[in-house]
C-alpha cells in the first residue's frame, strides 16, 4: 500500500506466506487476528493515533469498510496490512464501468502503492479488496446481488492492468445468512443465491481467493430466545448440536462448518476461509456487557490458534479472523438494536474495555496514547430547575447524539430519571465540541466539572477530532465563496 524507505523483513516474510496460501491447497499455517477498523463515530481519534494503538498492540491486519484517504494515509509504511473495502452503494457503478473500476483501483489502491519502481510490490499491504460488505443480506431484498459478479469481474481486470493483481485478491464478506442447514453437514448456500454463488466460488478459486464470512453467535443469541446461551461461547455446553458422527459445542465452529458443507456441495470444500468479522458487543442489551464480551473474544482466539480447527475441517483453523471491532462506533444506525455502537474492544477513545489476549504477543491489550481529550468539563441538569419540561429536549438530544446506553439492558439504565437527562445533555454538549450554547437547553443544562459518571455508565469526554475541525473551516471558505459570488453578481 505503500512506499516505505527500508525494506521490512516481516513484510517480506508475509509475502512469502501469503503466496504459499493462495496456492490453492488449504494451508496449514496458523491463523492470524486482525481487526475491522470502522469510523463511524462522533468522535473520531486521529488515524495515525489509532495507527500506534494498532502497532502497539502488534496488530497487523486490519480491514477498513471504505478507502477513506485518511485512514490509507496514515497505514502507509506502517507496516500493517489492509483489506479495503467497497461500499455496496458502488458496486452498481462498477459492474457497469470498466473505467469507473480502473478510477477506483488507481485513485485507492495504486496511489497507494507508489508509482515507479520494479520492486514497489515488496511493500505491497494491500493484500485484499473486499468487494460489497455482506451484499447477499436477507434484509437488502436482493438490491445488490447482481452487480456483485459484474463488478469483481470489472474490478480484476482494472487490477491486471495496473500490474497488481498477482498481489491483491478480490473477496465479497459475506454474512453467515448466505447459507442453512438445520445440522452443519446440511450446510447449502440459500436456494436463490445458488447460481452467483456458484460464479462466486469458482471466481474466487481460480484467482486463489479465499471466502470471507461473518459469523456472529452473538446475534443468533439476540434474536432467538430459544439459542441456549452456553452454545454461543466456548466454554463448554449442555445443548450440544449432534450432527452424525460430529458434536458441535459452540455456534462458531457449527455455523463454520454448515459453510464448509455448503462449500463442498459446490465442489470447493477446500477453499480457503477468512473470518470478516466476528465479535461481541459490551452494551446496549441484556446479553452485551463486559464480561461476556471478554469470555467470548477470549475464548474464540484460544481455540481458532489453538490450531484444532472444526470436525469438518479438522486442524486448518481459518487463514485470517478480523475481530469486530476495534473501536466503539457512536454514529452507527442503532436499526439493528443499541448494542450496534458498542463492538469495539477499544471504546471510542481508545482505551481498553476489558483484558484481552489477542495471542500476538501481548498479554493484555495497550491502550492508545496521546489522545487529545477536550477540557474535562460535562453538561448535565441543572439540578435547582424543575425538570418537567425536559421531554422534547432530551429527544432533540438523543436523536443526534448517542443515548443508547440509556436503554434496558444498557450500562446507563438505572442512573434515574435526572441522570438519563444529565446523560443525554452531555452527550449532545460533547457532540457539539463543547460549545457553550449546547448545554443551555432553556437553562435546564449547566456544566459542571466533575464526572458524573455513576458505576459502569460513564460519561464521556470528547476527543478533539482533527478531521471535523477541518469542517467549520471549509464552511467558512465556501461562506466566503458565495459571499464573493453575490458581491460579483450585484455588481453586474
Ligand atoms: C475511492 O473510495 C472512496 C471511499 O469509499 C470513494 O468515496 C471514492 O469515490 C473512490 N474513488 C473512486 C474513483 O471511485
Ligand atoms: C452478560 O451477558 C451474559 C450473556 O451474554 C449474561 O449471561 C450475563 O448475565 C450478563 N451479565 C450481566 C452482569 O448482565
Ligand atoms: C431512563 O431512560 C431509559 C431509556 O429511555 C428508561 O428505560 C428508564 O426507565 C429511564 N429511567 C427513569 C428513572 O426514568
Given at each position: 500500500m505503500s512506499v516505505p524507505t527500508s525494506v521490512s523483513p516481516p513484510l517480506l516474510v508475509s509475502v512469502a506466506v501469503m503466496t504459499v496460501m493462495f496456492s490453492g491447497l488449504v494451508s496449514m499455517a496458523e491463523s492470524a487476528i486482525g481487526v475491522n477498523w470502522g469510523?463511524?463515530?462522533?468522535?473520531k481519534l486521529k488515524p495515525s493515533t489509532v495507527v500506534d494503538l494498532l502497532k502497539d498492540n502488534k496488530i497487523q491486519k486490519v480491514k477498513l469498510f471504505e478507502a477513506d484517504p485518511l485512514v490509507l494515509r496514515a497505514l502507509m509504511g506502517s507496516g500493517i496490512q489492509v483489506m479495503v473495502g467497497v461500499p455496496n452503494e458502488m458496486l452498481a457503478a462498477l459492474s457497469s464501468s470498466p473505467a469507473a473500476a480502473d478510477l477506483w483501483v488507481r485513485q485507492n489502491v495504486s496511489a497507494y502503492v507508489g508509482?515507479?519502481?520494479?520492486?514497489i510490490r515488496s511493500y505491497m499491504l494491500k493484500r485484499f479488496i473486499a468487494?460489497?460488505?455482506?451484499?447477499?443480506?436477507?434484509?437488502?431484498?436482493?438490491?445488490?446481488q447482481s452487480y456483485v459478479i459484474p463488478a469483481m469481474a470489472n474490478l480484476q481486470q482494472s487490477l491486471v492492468r495496473a500490474n497488481l493483481a498477482g498481489y491483491i485478491k478480490l473477496v465479497v464478506p459475506c454474512n453467515a445468512d448466505a447459507y442453512e442447514g438445520?445440522?452443519?453437514?446440511?450446510g447449502a448456500f440459500r436456494p436463490e443465491l445458488t447460481q452467483i454463488m456458484t460464479q462466486l466460488v469458482s471466481f474466487l478459486n481460480s484467482n486463489g481467493s479465499p471466502f470471507v464470512v461473518n459469523i456472529y453467535p452473538f446475534l443468533s443469541l439476540y434474536g432467538n430466545?430459544?439459542?441456549?446461551?452456553?452454545?454461543?461461547?466456548?466454554?463448554?455446553?449442555?445443548h450440544p448440536v449432534i450432527d452424525g458422527a460430529n458434536t458441535y459445542t459452540n455456534a462458531f465452529d457449527g455455523n463454520y462448518d454448515t459453510l464448509i458443507a455448503a462449500l463442498s456441495k459446490m465442489g470447493y470444500g477446500q477453499m480457503p476461509i477468512v473470518i470478516g468479522e466476528v465479535g461481541w458487543p459490551?452494551?446496549?442489551?441484556?446479553?452485551?456487557?463486559l464480561t461476556a464480551a471478554e469470555v467470548f473474544n477470549q475464548g474464540l482466539i484460544k481455540h481458532v490458534l489453538?490450531?484444532?480447527?472444526?470436525?469438518?475441517?479438522?486442524?486448518?483453523?481459518?487463514m485470517d479472523v478480523y475481530l469486530f471491532s476495534l473501536l466503539d462506533e457512536g454514529?452507527?444506525?442503532?436499526?439493528?438494536?443499541?448494542?450496534?455502537?458498542?463492538?469495539?474492544?477499544?471504546?471510542?477513545?481508545?482505551?481498553?474495555?476489558y483484558a484481552l489476549?489477542?495471542?500476538?504477543?501481548?498479554?493484555k491489550l495497550k491502550n492508545a496514547k496521546n489522545v487529545q481529550y477536550l477540557p474535562a468539563r460535562w453538561c448535565i441538569?441543572?439540578?435547582?430547575?424543575?425538570?418537567?419540561?425536559v421531554a422534547n429536549h432530551m429527544k432533540l438530544a438523543c436523536n443526534v447524539a448517542?443515548?443508547?446506553?440509556?436503554?434496558?439492558?444498557?450500562?446507563?439504565?438505572?442512573?434515574g430519571a435526572k441522570g438519563n437527562v444529565s446523560y443525554a445533555f452531555n452527550s449532545y454538549y460533547q457532540l457539539q465540541m463543547?460549545?457553550?450554547?449546547?448545554?443551555n437547553f432553556d437553562g435546564l443544562g449547566m456544566v459542571t466539572f466533575?464526572?458524573?459518571?455513576v458505576g459502569d455508565c460513564r460519561f464521556l469526554v470528547g476527543v478533539t477530532d482533527t478531521s471535523a475541525s477541518f469542517r467549520p473551516y471549509q464552511r467558512w471558505v465556501v461562506g466566503f465563496i458565495l459571499m464573493l459570488w453575490q458581491v460579483w453578481a450585484f455588481r453586474v
Open positions: 469510523t463511524i463515530s462522533f468522535h508509482k515507479g519502481g520494479a520492486d468487494v460489497g460488505n455482506e451484499p447477499f443480506l436477507t434484509s437488502y431484498n436482493g438490491q445488490f438445520n445440522v452443519p453437514s446440511q430466545s430459544e439459542f441456549p446461551q452456553d452454545y454461543a461461547f466456548f466454554e463448554g455446553t449442555t459490551t452494551d446496549g442489551a441484556v446479553g452485551a456487557n489453538s490450531n484444532k480447527g472444526t470436525p469438518l475441517r479438522p486442524a486448518v483453523p481459518p454514529a452507527k444506525s442503532t436499526l439493528p438494536g443499541n448494542f450496534e455502537r458498542h463492538w469495539g474492544i477499544f471504546s471510542f477513545d481508545g482505551q481498553a474495555k489476549d489477542l495471542g500476538l504477543g501481548n498479554k441538569a441543572n439540578p435547582t430547575r424543575d425538570l418537567s419540561e448517542d443515548c443508547t446506553t440509556l436503554n434496558y439492558g444498557g450500562s446507563c439504565n438505572a442512573i463543547q460549545n457553550e450554547k449546547s448545554c466533575l464526572d458524573p459518571s
